[in-house]
């Protein structure tokens, strides 16, 4: 499901967002195993998910039919941003048809990055 961001406030009020994610490593770190979680919370009533990753998003976006939020994190400890992790999230994002959020965000950081 592609969603703007005009829709997803609309889509998700006074609904839950279900954070269907697993470290990397971590034994549930799989797309089938977060497609599976994703379509049980669903199922109960989830409004919307956030996941982490390309494989993930591609593989949830087609198993549910509420919006995907990709929660990778492009920030180091200390607050500065990663470029290529900014990128690779916007990529993530445009590839798996999920909405980016904060574009003006993510150009910020890619310029200040590559400075």
């Not at 990753?53 to 994190?73: C, H, N, S, Y």
């Amino acid at each position: 499901m592609t969603t703007t961001l005009d829709d997803l406030g609309a889509l998700t009020a006074g609904g839950l967002i279900v954070s269907c994610q697993a470290y990397p490593g971590e034994p549930m770190r799989t797309p089938d195993t977060m497609s599976r979680v994703a379509s049980a919370v669903v199922k109960e009533g989830a409004v919307a998910m956030r996941l982490q990753g390309l494989e993930d998003l591609r593989t949830v976006v087609g198993a549910v039919d509420v919006p995907a939020i990709d929660a990778t994190l492009c920030t180091r400890a200390d607050g500065s941003s990663v470029a290529d992790r900014v990128l690779e999230a916007a990529v993530c994002a445009v590839c798996a048809g999920t909405a980016i959020t904060h574009p003006t965000s993510l150009t910020r950081w890619f310029v200040e990055e590559t400075r």
